[in-house]
């Protein structure tokens, strides 16, 4: 199987069957016998595809007189991403994606994806496109939420970091995880000796980070599967992490039976669109106000967990205000704002925040509480 044939079955199952690209490709990836090279190109292709489905859209859709069948239309996408933002030749990817179409519809898409290249070979810039959001490739309510969020300039620094790929990080032990997710696990500043919950800890990273400081570690999560990952980080790290299945807003432990809690809570995700190329697609405002009572909940069942003079820490993958300092601070506690003891972190309210734009890492949000003695 080629580089593009794999790239394509997944765009299929992504854009038809709603599946996740880093599970879906992940998957055909270790199944395949593709080398090294073409591994990363088959990447490239998916992720950049899923990011740019809008720009493509608009580059197709002047040379389409009817919409064409799903199959096709994600094949034309595979064809015009390569041709305006893959640095692909334009003679290979036209023809090797066309090589791709089934005989009935290979004349049409030879057809469209010739005149995609015309239109783009002086340069993407020179293409009209109806919105600078439309040009990014991103649903409008999220550009406009960030540039409510952020301003207009940020916003849209982080909305172009987030269509170049995300830098691979590699810890001390090995793990793969991004920067700014290192730098909320040393926000909790555990101490050898502590007992620490980690309450959303799937698949495990800030959990062994935290345990490489010689903390006790439970690292929780709803879904069996989720508790599974982190069982399995764990032991292939040999960290001293014991995995649970719990439901952070109804948590099976004792009152103040903690040193230090960790809440990275579920969320939209609009600080980590790189790395989730799909989730642009997938999430919508509705989500979000669903996910504001969810983290609220969570937050309000952790609280009484942490020991007088322990700390509650909060941490989103997201930009937004609403889904972060919006929350109040939970009964009993008190804000620490000291700053964060490593990261590139802006002030943001009684939290931090760091924008994809700052260090090259996904768009983050802190709170650090602490507990009255």
């Given at each position: 199987m080629s580089a593009r044939r794999l790239a394509y079955d997944a765009l299929r199952r992504i854009e038809d069957d709603g599946a996740y690209a880093n599970l879906v490709l992940g998957a055909m990836l270790d199944r395949s016998d593709l080398r090294e090279g073409d591994r990363r190109f088959a990447t490239d292709l998916v992720y950049g595809t899923t990011r740019m489905r809008r720009a493509c859209d608009v580059l197709i859709d002047p040379f389409v007189m009817s919409p064409p069948d799903p199959a096709?239309?994600?094949?034309?996408?595979?064809?015009?991403?390569?041709l305006a933002f893959g640095r692909v030749a334009p003679h290979?990817?036209?023809?090797?994606?066309?090589?791709?179409?089934?005989?009935?519809?290979?004349?049409?898409?030879?057809?469209v994806l010739r005149r995609v290249s015309e239109r783009v070979a002086d340069g993407i810039d020179t293409v009209p496109f109806p919105s600078p959001w439309a040009k990014l490739s991103y649903p409008d309510w999220i550009a406009d939420a960030l540039v409510a969020e952020l301003g207009h300039d940020d916003a849209v620094a982080a909305l172009e970091r987030m269509n170049e790929p995300p830098p691979v990080t590699v810890r001390a032990d090995g793990y793969v995880q991004d920067e700014s997710s290192q730098w909320v696990a040393a926000a909790v500043e555990v101490e050898p000796g502590e007992r620490v919950l980690d309450a959303c800890a799937a698949p495990g990273g800030k959990s062994t980070a935290m345990a490489a400081s010689g903390a006790h570690v439970i690292g929780a999560d709803v879904r069996r599967h989720r508790a599974e990952l982190v069982a399995r980080n764990a032991e292939r790290l040999d960290a001293a992490v014991v995995p649970v299945v719990a439901d952070g807003a109804r948590p099976p432990f004792a009152n103040a039976s903690f040193d230090a809690v960790l809440v990275d809570a579920p969320c939209s995700g609009l600080g980590a669109l790189r790395r989730r190329p799909d989730a642009r697609w997938r999430v919508e405002p509705t989500d979000v106000d669903d996910l504001i009572g969810l983290q609220r909940r969570i937050t309000a069942g952790i609280a009484p967990l942490v020991r007088p003079g322990g700390r509650l820490v909060y941490s989103v993958c997201t930009l937004t205000a609403a889904e972060s300092i919006d929350h109040p601070v939970p009964p009993g506690f008190e804000v620490d704002d000291r700053p964060p003891p490593v990261g590139t972190w802006r002030r943001y309210g009684h939290g931090w925040r760091v924008l994809p734009q700052d260090a090259d890492t996904d768009g983050m949000v802190l709170v650090r509480y602490r507990r009255p003695t």
């Open positions: 096709t239309r994600t094949l034309l996408r595979l064809g015009a991403y390569q290979a990817a036209v023809s090797e994606t066309v090589g791709l179409a089934p005989r009935r519809t290979r004349g049409f898409v030879n057809a």
